[in-house]
Each structure stands twice: as structure tokens, then as C-alpha cells.
């Protein structure tokens, strides 16, 4: 095992356990409260889930997810995709954990999603929260897959121009695309520090009948995000300026593994 590993060495398997353990037990503490919720009077919903004070069943499920978020991310990102990038700049790791954490955020809002549709349309029970918890998990989705983005260099770069350039032209472009990047989030954390901390401060909700605290977690969590990418940037300008020059074609566009496995599932069947 700890030779597929990427970067936990011997860490791997107590990080899967510990990810095997918090992810069974925040499924335990889910089934009470829907058994709670079906057989007792007092019960707790997704209400009482973003209001958990006073409620400790509540706040242990959602340490226990939490916990299990981050283990299944670190877990996660132990390994490398056939399409990815290996890790090799000082801030890199960090970038792929929190990838790894946005696809698993993924699975979620689509497990909302089709919650809510089973609840209109076969059971006619629309819920009050399925729109808004989607909302909310997709916007940390997008802030973390623009960092993952950043880590993979899978961000927008004109390589006919940028082949066309010597070393030194090339060096000065990065030097420069990493300036600006940095100079936007000064001047981003500049202008929104003071509206995104009176927001968290006072939690400030959505106004919803749910009324989940979005914006007063999204808007310090946009300042927080750019700030991260920004050190990414940095991170992949120290990392590549000593790398030999990469030529790019629209071949590699072409994902030879997905057609490879495209060409395995055709032959199965």
C-alpha cells in the first residue's frame, strides 16, 4: 500500500481508517436522528442541522462529518490521476487536498438533487432547504476547483503566442500573469475585508425559509480562496522556472486514458 502512495507514506493507513471510522459514524448518528425524527415528537431537521447550539447529537454528527470530509480528502489525495500533474511545488499538496475535498462536495449536491427530485415528483413533498444547501455546497465547489485549476495549470493560457516566445519572454509573461494575480487579490482583500468580516461576524443569512448563513460564509470564503490561488500562483511560478520548456499541440486535448477505457467498456459489451 505505501507504495502506491503518494506523499502519506506509512500515514496512509491510519488516515484510511480514521476516514472509515468518522464516515460510519456520522452514517450512525444520521440513522438516529431520521429514527428520532419518525418515532419521537421532539425531533431535529435540516433546520436544527445549521442551528445546532444546545443540541449535542446535532453537533457531534456534524464534527463527525467534518472529520470525515477531511480524512477522505487527505486519503484522496494520496494518489495521482492518469491526467494529473504530479505535486511538486511548495503549496501544491494543499492545493489537491482541497481538490479532492471539492469533488467529494460534488457527489453532495448531487445526492441533494436527486433528494429533491424524489421528494416533489413520486412522493409530492418538496423540500424547504434542497435549493439552497445545493447553492451553498456548489459555490465552495466552484472557489475550490479554481484553486485545483490553478495547481493542475488547467487555467486559460494562449499557447500560440506563448510557444512562439523564448525562454526569457516566456518567464517574463509567467512573472507577470503572477504580479497581476497577486495585485487582484491585494486589492480584492482590500476593498472586501471590512463588508466580508461584518457578514461572518454577524453570520448574515440568506432570508430563506431555511435561511442558511450563505453569505455570511461565502464572502469571507471568496477572500480566503483568492488568496490561496494566489500563493498557488506563486507556488507553480517557483516550481516551473527551472523546468525545460513544454511545446503544446491540440493533441493534448486528447485523453488517451478515457478513450482507452471508452475502448475496454465497448469490448465488454
Not at 169 to 178: E, M
Not at 243 to 266: F, G, Q, S, V, W
Request: charged fraction near 15%; glycine fraction near 6%; aromatic fraction near 12%.
Amino acid at each position: 500500500m505505501q507504495g502506491n502512495s503518494l506523499w502519506l507514506g506509512r500515514m496512509r493507513a491510519p488516515i484510511k481508517t480514521a476516514m472509515m471510522g468518522f464516515v460510519g459514524l456520522t452514517v450512525v448518528l444520521y440513522v438516529l436522528l431520521i429514527g428520532q425524527r419518525l418515532f419521537l415528537e421532539e425531533s431535529y431537521g435540516m433546520y436544527e442541522m445549521i442551528r445546532p447550539a444546545g443540541r449535542p447529537l446535532v453537533q457531534v454528527m456534524l464534527v463527525s462529518l467534518i472529520a470525515a470530509l477531511v480524512f477522505a480528502s487527505l486519503f484522496l489525495s494520496d494518489t495521482r490521476g492518469a491526467i494529473e500533474t504530479s505535486p511538486d511545488g511548495f503549496f501544491d499538496l494543499v492545493s489537491v487536498v482541497l481538490g479532492r475535498l471539492a469533488m467529494i462536495m460534488t457527489t453532495f449536491v448531487v445526492l441533494v438533487m436527486f433528494y429533491e427530485v424524489v421528494s416533489r415528483y413520486v412522493f409530492a413533498s418538496p423540500t424547504l432547504w434542497a435549493n439552497e444547501l445545493s447553492l451553498w455546497i456548489a459555490a465552495f465547489v466552484f472557489l475550490l476547483s479554481g484553486l485545483y485549476a490553478m495547481q493542475q495549470r488547467s487555467h486559460i493560457r494562449i499557447y500560440i503566442i506563448y510557444n512562439m516566445m523564448p525562454r526569457w519572454a516566456r518567464k517574463a509573461s509567467d512573472t507577470v500573469s503572477v504580479l497581476l494575480i497577486v495585485g487582484f487579490t491585494f486589492a480584492l482583500v482590500w476593498g472586501g475585508y471590512t463588508d466580508a468580516s461584518k457578514r461572518f461576524l454577524r453570520m448574515e443569512t440568506f432570508g430563506t425559509a431555511w435561511d442558511p448563513p450563505i453569505p455570511g460564509t461565502i464572502k469571507p470564503a471568496i477572500l480566503l480562496l483568492i488568496v490561496i490561488v494566489a500563493i498557488q500562483a506563486v507556488s507553480n511560478l517557483i516550481a516551473d522556472w527551472h523546468k525545460d520548456p513544454e511545446a503544446h499541440t491540440p493533441m493534448d486535448e486528447i485523453d488517451e486514458t478515457e478513450i482507452e477505457n471508452i475502448r475496454r467498456t465497448l469490448k465488454e459489451d
